[in-house]
């Protein structure tokens, strides 16, 4: 039953992901025909309909991986009930949110431009999902594995830091800019890292079950790295408030606690580096070529914000478009790559195998989504050096000026977005495909074991 809700997830954060790719391309042809589209596809409306769809796909298939690898835990109808509760009130939200921006109803901030009363279902959605992942660790027994521990703290803390991103509703914070800014931003950066921590719970199972090998989620280094990311969570925001006035005592804290990422790095170099012979023993198995690819990105990824976090560079950067690369280079090489990792696998091992057809197109989506991302990266940081430079050099360059220079820079932002859109929608299709034709999972006890994977 569980895993129909995993799949009533998944199937839904697969839609929102194909809305948002073609929300993504409009917001690209809009940097190319400005004045042409503004009218017909306002840019205000354009971009939070686009960021809330990735948000939504994020969210819905880091949940629906909950929800299957949770699965035969909880028979009662009262569980059932309560996860299609927690279905409906996200969905319902989601759905409203959308309509709100199609609309031109605002009302919230960045990232959660919808009216503020909206994050009521989304919170309490989440509280549901706390009181079934309480329902499943009640019966499970002995010392926990790292992904169960990163799954309840990506619970909790997306409950605390969503309801801190509202406490601007109260004029105590709402009426004083530099509290408010400071505030706000201190709880996006541990709403993504939240998030990320469902997200890598997920990641974590499924190479746990891939490798056959449960003790890579019981190791020391495993619970070392877990808490070096919780840390991160809780203190590396301070990178997104370099620019203002806040004690200094906070912003070197941060600029530590970012530094402590390099062990990070580290330890995800070295990972990768031996990871590599398992990879290719297993080249031909759709989930282990998902987590490699994430696992470039993320040493791209990590590279580049360490770089960021430097205060004298984040000076420069801040607010560019370099900030946009690294956005979009964690939430699609990293995110969208370890969660497609789980969705494949969830179909593979719930549903039986893709068919041939599937899985080529899949590869396809996947060569060219990461291939086309590369070229859409270097896009968005050469646009942002370069606005940098210009805006130094040369400080009384009107605004339209500077953008009208770094056109080339945008015609390949736009040209490789479309690649990124298209090699999604090879990869959603098919398994949304997959999820839509198996409304009925075969039985546990017919679902493909570790060893059967690695042979497909
Ligand atoms: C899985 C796919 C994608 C994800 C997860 C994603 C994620 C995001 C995120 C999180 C932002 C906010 C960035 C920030 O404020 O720093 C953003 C902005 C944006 N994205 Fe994407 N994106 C995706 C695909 C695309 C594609 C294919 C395009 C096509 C060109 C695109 C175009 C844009 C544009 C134009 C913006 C607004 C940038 C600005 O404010 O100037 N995105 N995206």
């Not at 799949?7 to 993504?24: E, I, M, N, P, R």
């Not at 959308?98 to 919230?108: L, R």
């Amino acid at each position: 039953m569980n895993r129909r809700l995993g799949s009533l997830f998944l199937a839904t954060g697969l839609v929102f992901l194909l809305a948002g790719v073609f929300f993504g391309v409009l917001g690209g042809l809009l940097y190319l025909f400005p004045q042409e589209l503004r009218d017909l596809l306002p840019f205000t409306k354009l971009r939070p309909l686009h960021v809330s769809s990735v948000v939504f796909w994020i969210l819905f298939a880091a949940i629906g991986g909950l929800y299957f690898y949770t699965s035969g835990s909880s028979k009662t109808i009262r569980s059932y009930t309560l996860g299609h509760l927690h279905y409906l009130l996200l969905f319902t939200a989601a759905i409203t949110i959308m309509g709100c921006y199609v609309a031109g109803i605002f009302g919230g901030r960045e990232y959660w431009e919808y009216p503020p009363v909206l994050a009521i279902p989304i919170a309490i959605s989440f509280v549901l999902l706390g009181v079934h992942f309480y329902r499943h660790i009640k019966k499970t027994k002995g010392p926990w594995p790292i992904y169960r521990w990163m799954w309840l703290s990506g619970i909790v803390f997306f409950i605390l830091s969503f309801t801190e991103s509202y406490l601007w509703v109260l004029p105590y914070f709402g009426d004083h800019l530099v509290r408010d800014m400071a505030v706000q931003w201190k709880s996006y950066g541990s709403l993504v890292g939240s998030w990320n921590m469902l997200i890598n719970g997920g990641a974590f199972y499924v190479m746990t079950r891939l490798s056959g090998d449960d003790s890579l989620a019981r190791k020391p280094l495993t619970f070392a790295f877990f808490f070096l990311g919780l840390f991160n969570l809780m203190f590396n925001w301070g990178h997104h408030i370099y620019a203002l006035p806040v004690s200094s005592t906070i912003r070197y804290t941060a600029y530590i606690v970012s530094m402590t990422e390099l062990l990070i790095l580290g330890r995800i170099i070295w990972t990768w580096r031996s990871s590599l012979s398992e990879a290719r023993k297993n080249a031909a198995l759709l989930p282990y070529r998902f987590l490699i690819v994430a696992d470039g990105w993320i040493f791209l990824n990590l590279f580049m914000a360490i770089l960021m976090s430097v205060p004298a560079i984040n000076l420069y950067t801040h607010g560019t478009h370099i900030t946009v690369a690294h956005t979009m280079g964690a939430t699609i090489g990293i995110n969208t790559m370890l969660l497609l990792a789980s969705a494949t696998y969830a179909c593979i091992r719930f549903y039986g195998r893709f068919s041939t057809a599937a899985q080529k197109s899949i590869m396809r989506g996947l060569y060219l989504s990461n291939g086309s991302l590369v070229v859409f990266w270097v896009a968005l940081i050469g646009a942002g050096l370069g606005k940098a430079v210009l805006e130094v050099q040369s400080p009384e360059m009107p605004h339209a000026q500077i953008m009208q220079a770094l056109q080339p820079w945008f015609v390949a932002f736009a040209v490789s977005g479309t690649g990124i859109a298209v090699g999604v929608a090879l990869m959603a299709v098919p398994i949304l495909r997959t999820l839509l034709a198996n409304q009925k999972a075969i039985p546990e006890s017919e679902t493909l074991k570790s060893k059967e994977l690695q042979h497909i």
